[in-house]
């Protein structure tokens, strides 16, 4: 079985207590490099970056979020909060402009 290299997770509060725990720690011992949650209660992005000495917890509630695995994905974490959502054409050809 291939190991993923990026993992996104959308997280409703009802099994966010979960993901957190339970799916976050088979998700490290997997040794999965990058894995988002994306909490829309408190409107943040979780990334868990493995690094060296273990993984590395990013919070991000606004601003551009980068993978570092996945060469030239962003995404501005606002649009994840905008009502309506942005429209995803618009968004892509914006993350595709920059490279």
């Not at 998700?27 to 999965?32: E, K, L, M």
Request: glycine share 6%; with cysteine.
């Amino acid at each position: 079985m291939a190991l993923p290299i990026w993992r996104s997770k959308y997280c409703p509060r009802q099994i966010i207590k979960d993901d957190l725990t339970d799916k976050r720690e088979a998700y490290h011992q997997a040794g999965v490099p990058e894995i988002w949650f994306i909490d829309p209660e408190y409107k943040r992005v979780m990334i868990d970056r493995k690094g060296k000495n273990g993984y590395v917890e990013e919070v991000m509630s606004k601003g551009q979020s980068t993978s570092s695995v996945l060469k030239g994905f962003w995404i501005e974490v606002s649009w994840l909060w905008k009502e309506p959502l942005p429209d995803e054409f618009s968004c892509l050809q914006k993350i595709l402009k920059e490279k």
